[in-house]
């Protein structure tokens, strides 16, 4: 969303006693949405790992609310970027949900994160997810004893992708899948981009 007051730390520059001010941009996100998408990430996590499901019903309803109400509160621009943030989402995911990597409930729920918060927030929400989902995804490889065949399978994938010059190698079989609940990283990567890159408002 908007780019706001800079969150400012001090770093070494070349001198040996001088230090440099650095400012990292921060987006502004309106503290009722970004309450409601707190909310949303959390009834997602919740409802996946009891069902392994998102209901439709509350991801389409968090779109038509981020819609809604950054059209409201920021008007003409504020609906343009619940839109954008919306595309962008699920324009990124649309690749690893070919291909069976990621779940339709999972672009989904981003899509909404990202109509709720703009491109720059919820792009930032889904890079800090998905490192997220690959140390969780390898930590539960090691404790099933499978991370071995599985990095052995990936690797095959991507040889045969790069010798056939083709993606369909990249489809990831049904008997090497292995199914977590995705949303979650996602949801804390979404919350750990509210409270590192965000600046919360009226």
């Given amino acids: 969303m908007d ?22 941009p921060q987006m502004f996100v ?11 990430v959390a009834a997602c996590s919740v409802t996946d790992l009891r069902t392994r499901r ?18 409201l509160l920021r008007g003409p621009l504020g ?4 839109l954008a943030g919306l595309l962008l989402t699920v324009g990124v995911l649309l690749g690893p949900f070919s291909l069976g990597g ?18 720059a927030a919820a792009l930032s929400g889904l890079a800090i997810g998905v490192m997220c989902g690959g140390l969780i995804a390898v930590a539960y490889l090691v404790r099933l004893g499978r991370l071995r065949e599985i990095l052995a ?9 790069v ?6 190698p990249l489809r990831i079989p049904a008997v090497q899948t292995v199914t977590l609940p995705y949303s979650v990283p996602l949801g804390l990567g979404t919350v750990a981009s509210l409270l590192l890159f965000c600046r919360m408002g009226g």
């Fill in 3 to 24: 780019g706001g007051a800079g969150a400012c730390g001090l770093l070494p520059s070349s001198g040996e006693f001088n230090i440099t001010v650095t400012c990292v």
């Fill in 153 to 161: 399978a990936t690797q095959r994938m991507f040889t045969g992708a």
């Fill in 79 to 82: 609906a343009v970027s619940s």
């Fill in 102 to 119: 990621l779940g339709g409930g999972d672009v989904k729920m981003m899509g909404a994160v990202g109509a709720l918060l703009g491109p």
């Fill in 30 to 40: 309106p503290q009722s949405i970004a309450v409601l998408t707190v909310l949303f």
């Fill in 54 to 71: 998102i209901p439709n019903v509350l991801s389409f309803g968090a779109i038509a609310a981020g819609v809604l109400l950054n059209c």
């Fill in 163 to 168: 010798l056939t010059h083709s993606l369909t």
